[in-house]
C-alpha cells in the first residue's frame, strides 16, 4: 500500500446554463469566485503537487537544464518558479 496522499478532491456544484438552446453544464463554476473555499483548494493543490515534485531524483538538476533551454528558447529573461505554484514568476538574475 501506497503512503502517498492525493490532492484535495474539489467540490462538484453543477450549475447548468442553456445558451442559445443548448445546455451546458459547469460542474466547477463555485470556482469563479474569489472564495476562501477556492483558495483552500488551490493551496492544497499547490502543496500536494510541491510534496511529489520535491520527491523527484536529481529534481534540481533537471529544473536547472529546463531554465537554461526555456531561456534560450523564448530569447526572453530567465523565471524561477515563486514561493506558491498561483503566485507570479520571479526573474532570475544573470
Known amino acids: 500500500m501506497s503512503d502517498i496522499t492525493g490532492p484535495p478532491i474539489a ?3 453543477v450549475v447548468r446554463d442553456v445558451h442559445h438552446g443548448i445546455t451546458l ?3 466547477y463554476r463555485w ?4 472564495g476562501e473555499e477556492f483558495h483552500r483548494w488551490l493551496d492544497g493543490q499547490a ?3 510541491r510534496e511529489q ?3 523527484l531524483p536529481r529534481r534540481e538538476e533537471l529544473l536547472t537544464r529546463i531554465r537554461s533551454w526555456w531561456c534560450r528558447r523564448t530569447g526572453s529573461g530567465c523565471w ?6 498561483h503566485s507570479a514568476p520571479i526573474p532570475v538574475s544573470s
Do not use: F, I, K, N
Open 31 to 34: 470556482m469563479e469566485t474569489d
Open 80 to 85: 524561477r518558479s515563486s514561493p506558491t505554484a
Open 53 to 55: 515534485l520535491d520527491t
Open 47 to 49: 502543496g500536494h503537487a
Open 25 to 27: 453544464d459547469d460542474a
Open 11 to 13: 467540490r462538484v456544484d
